[in-house]
Antibody, heavy 119, light 106 residues
Framework: EVQLVESGGGLVQPGGSLRLSCAAS????????MNWVRQAPGKGLEWVSY????????HYADSVKGRFTISRDDDKNSLYLQMNSLRAEDTAVYYC????????????WGQGTLVTVSS | SYELTQPPSVSVSPGQTASITCSGD?????YVWWFQQKPGQSPALVI????KRPSGIPERFSASNSGNTATLTISGTQAMDEADYYC?????????FGGGTKLTVL
C-alpha cells in the first residue's frame, strides 16, 4: 500500500524557519517525481514545488521562490521542504504528492501537516 | 501567470448529471487533471490527462477538454460524490489549480 506521511508542521513566528518531511513507503520512491501542495484554512489548493527523479529538475511557485527549498533523499525514501522567511500567508496544510510519470500526476497524497505562522 | 477559473458551486439532484467547468486561455492545448476532496480528507485524483480515469474511479466520472474549457461530468450523481472538485494544469513548468467547485447533491 502506498503511504505518504508528512511531519514537521507546527507553530512558527513570522520570519522563522521550518523543515517538513514526507516519509514514503509501499512503492519505489526513487522512481517517482514528487510535489508539495498546500491548502490555507478554508481555501483552495496551491501547488508549491516539484522535484524530478534524482533531484536534477526543481520548480517552485513564484510565491515561495527564494524562500523554500525542496529536496529528496532516495536512500531514506523521504521528501523534504525547507521553509525560510515564513510569512502569515504561508499558513496552510502542506501535502506531499506523488506523480507517476508525466501524465499520471498527483496519484497519491499524504494526509498533510499543518504549518501555522503567527506571533 | 496562468489562471484557471471554476464556478464556486454546482448543485445536482441524486441520479442526475453534474457538470463542472474549468476555463483557461487555450486550455485545450494543455492536459487537465481533476481532483476530488471530501470534507476532512486529502484530495484524490479522479481524472488525468484530460479524460482518463485512475484505477478504482467509477465510470460515472468522465471529462473532456477543448478550446478554452475543460469539463468534469458525473453521471448518475450519488450522495457520496458531494465534495470539492479542483482542476489542474501545468504551464511553464509550474502547476496551476482552479479555485475549486463545491458540488452539492440535494
Amino acid at each position: 500500500e502506498v503511504q505518504l506521511v508528512e511531519s514537521g508542521g507546527g507553530l512558527v513566528q513570522p520570519g522563522g524557519s521550518l523543515r517538513l518531511s514526507c516519509a514514503a513507503s509501499g512503492f519505489t520512491f526513487s522512481s517517482h517525481e514528487m510535489n508539495w501542495v498546500r491548502q490555507a484554512p478554508g481555501k483552495g489548493l496551491e501547488w508549491v514545488s516539484y522535484i524530478s527523479t534524482g533531484g536534477s529538475t526543481i520548480h517552485y511557485a513564484d510565491s515561495v521562490k527564494g524562500r523554500f527549498t525542496i529536496s529528496r533523499d532516495d536512500d531514506k525514501n523521504s521528501l523534504y521542504l525547507q521553509m525560510n522567511s515564513l510569512r502569515a500567508e504561508d499558513t496552510a496544510v502542506y501535502y506531499c504528492v506523488r506523480d507517476s510519470g508525466s501524465y499520471l500526476r498527483g496519484d497519491s497524497w499524504g494526509q498533510g501537516t499543518l504549518v501555522t505562522v503567527s506571533s | 501567470s496562468y489562471e484557471l477559473t471554476q464556478p464556486p458551486s454546482v448543485s445536482v439532484s441524486p441520479g442526475q448529471t453534474a457538470s463542472i467547468t474549468c476555463s483557461g486561455d487555450k486550455l485545450g492545448d494543455k492536459y487537465v487533471w481533476w481532483f476530488q476532496q471530501k470534507p476532512g480528507q486529502s484530495p484524490a485524483l479522479v481524472i488525468y490527462q484530460d479524460y482518463k480515469r485512475p484505477s478504482g474511479i467509477p465510470e460515472r466520472f468522465s471529462a473532456s477538454n477543448s478550446g478554452n474549457t475543460a469539463t468534469l461530468t458525473i453521471s448518475g450523481t450519488q450522495a457520496m460524490d458531494e465534495a470539492d472538485y479542483y482542476c489542474q494544469a501545468w504551464d511553464s513548468s509550474t502547476a496551476v489549480f482552479g479555485g475549486g467547485t463545491k458540488l452539492t447533491v440535494l
